[in-house]
């Protein structure tokens, strides 16, 4: 009889285990899913990243086609939004490349109010890229990521 007696007491619990373990496990894969979404978006922020150190060296290389007047400062620009930037007049500067440049850079990191600046001298160009870095988790879309790189030609 005593044993009969504890049998009934004991109906529900596992039921009650079962339904605490779903939650929980319901819980851990809500997480889960979370961390995959922000581990996304992360690695979407740096592949733009790499891409706009790819674009600041293709400029290089643009540059280094025309050494001699690249290191004259031909090329030089400062800081600039506008893709269709044209030369003071009576300038001897030449902003095509730029603006072709600074376009495609644009295209390719899905900003189109990407900013760029040229600044090359005898010894260095200096070359900038500046965008918006949307994809960053936390990222401040008024804080915009800069890529500065200063090499020989």
Do not use: H
Request: charged share 15%.
């Amino acid at each position: 009889m005593n044993t009969m007696t504890f049998a009934s007491r004991q109906r529900g619990a596992s039921l009650l285990e079962v339904l605490i373990a779903v939650l929980v496990l319901a819980i851990g894969m809500l997480g889960m899913a979370a961390l995959q979404a922000v581990t996304i978006k992360n690695s979407n922020s740096a592949s733009a990243r790499s891409l706009g150190v790819i674009q600041v060296y293709s400029l290089f290389d643009t540059l280094r086609l025309n050494r001699a007047a690249a290191t004259n400062g031909v090329y030089n620009i400062g800081w600039t939004c506008n893709t269709t930037s044209t030369p003071p007049e009576g300038s001897d500067a030449d902003y095509s490349v730029f603006n072709g440049w600074l376009a495609q850079a644009g295209a390719e990191l899905g900003d189109s109010e990407a900013c760029g600046m040229i600044n090359c001298g005898p010894a260095a160009c200096t070359v900038g890229l500046r965008w918006k870095d949307e994809l960053a988790t936390g990222g401040d879309v008024e804080v915009p990521f800069n890529v500065v790189v200063e090499s020989r030609l």
